[in-house]
């Protein structure tokens, strides 16, 4: 099998703090993690790209400072929300990509509710 | 670059309806397709894939046939049940230089009645 998991499933923290969201990989070594933002009844949104041991690659518009990712080893990556505000909840969803030649293939985490009060 | 377009939604269907759900996709390559399933509250499960031209990808009584021509994959069931009732998004993924660029629709909701 191919599982990604999220912790935590759903955190609830006030406005200014920082919030740290893991992204394992259980029973296989993933090249390339994803970060994804989904917002109610629309479409993921990728945030960033991270491959083990280097820095992540951010897509336009999505600040580096603010969603500081690392990808310690090939089985995790995580996602920090810092100084979080209420406009950052959202769901968060992480994938991960075995890297088989051409299969291009994301296995994704189940996501985690973020709620900034 | 790169984009899928999905029907929008909400579909609703009764029970052992047939359901069809478009996607039409472009690219620069030759990508590998998807279809995921998403349930309400959980992160997005895969329903099935093709990799090349005419591949079709089945499963649990979903399928859709990579068509190159038509640049299309379009997802089908012969009978659907409420069970089915998710969000399903529409997807390519492309491998650049070794990395991945997936690319998703916007989704459709899929609402079954009894």
């Known amino acids: 099998g191919a599982v990604v998991s999220q912790h935590p499933s759903w955190v609830i923290c006030k406005s200014g703090t920082s919030v740290k969201i893991e992204c394992r990989s259980l029973?296989?070594?993933?090249?390339?993690m994803f970060w994804y933002r989904q917002f109610p009844k629309q479409s993921l949104m990728l945030m960033a790209t991270s491959n083990e041991g280097s820095k992540a690659t951010y897509e336009q518009g999505v600040e580096k400072d603010k969603f500081l990712i690392n990808h310690a080893s090939l089985t995790l990556s995580t996602l920090t929300v810092t100084s979080a505000h209420p406009e950052d909840s959202s769901f968060y969803i992480c994938?991960?990509?075995?890297?088989?030649?051409?299969?291009?293939?994301?296995?994704f985490g189940p996501g985690t509710r973020l709620t900034v009060l | 670059g790169n984009s899928v377009t999905q029907m929008e939604g909400p579909v609703t269907l009764s029970e052992e309806a047939f359901l069809t759900i478009n996607c039409t996709y472009t690219?620069?390559?030759?990508?590998?397709l998807f279809w995921y399933v998403q349930y309400p509250g959980e992160g997005l499960q895969l329903l099935l894939k093709?990799?090349?031209?005419?591949d079709k990808g089945s499963n649990k009584g979903f399928e859709a046939t990579y068509r190159k021509e038509t640049t299309s994959f379009h997802l089908e069931k012969g009978s659907v049940q409420v069970s089915d009732s998710a969000v399903y998004f529409c997807a390519l993924s492309e491998g650049t230089g070794g990395s991945y660029i997936p690319t998703f629709g916007r989704g459709t909701s899929l609402i079954v009645h009894p």
């Open positions: 690219a620069t390559g030759y990508p590998s």
């Open positions: 994938s991960a990509a075995k890297g088989l030649e051409n299969f291009n293939e994301q296995f």
């Open positions: 093709a990799t090349k031209a005419d």
């Open positions: 029973d296989f070594q993933a090249t390339t």
